[in-house]
Structures are given as C-alpha cells and as structure tokens.
C-alpha cells in the first residue's frame, strides 16, 4: 500500500487515498530489506511500550 503525496499551494502537503499494489508492482529488492525470521519482545520492551503508548502513557495509542 502507498500514499501518494501531493504539494499543497501554500507550501503544505496533503496525503492522497491509499493504493493497493500487486505483487507484481514492486521491485523485489524491497522484500530483502523486511527482517527475516522471527523476533521476540522482552518484558522489559513490553513495560517500556506500555510506558509511551499505554492507556495513561506519553503518547497513548487512539483509535480515530
């Protein structure tokens, strides 16, 4: 999926509606830049998250 943006006349930008894209419309070199395998999150990564994104964090994750 992309975003196309376009410039604005007062020097803004705004953000077009999402494309959908085929695998055949992207380059194959972008799928080696994707991490391989698997990962995990630690517990001290978890409370760090909660800490930033949680309910009462910095910056709480919000649906809109």
């Known amino acids: 999926m ?9 020097g803004g ?3 077009l509606p999402p494309e959908w894209l085929g695998a055949d419309q992207i380059d194959e070199g972008y799928f080696h830049l994707l991490p391989a395998g698997a990962s995990a999150v630690t517990a001290e990564e978890v409370a760090m998250l909660k ?11 919000v649906r809109q």
């Open 2 to 10: 992309i975003r196309r943006i376009q410039r604005t006349g007062g």
């Open 13 to 15: 930008v705004e953000f």
């Open 51 to 61: 800490q930033v994104f949680g309910e009462d964090g910095e910056m709480p994750a």
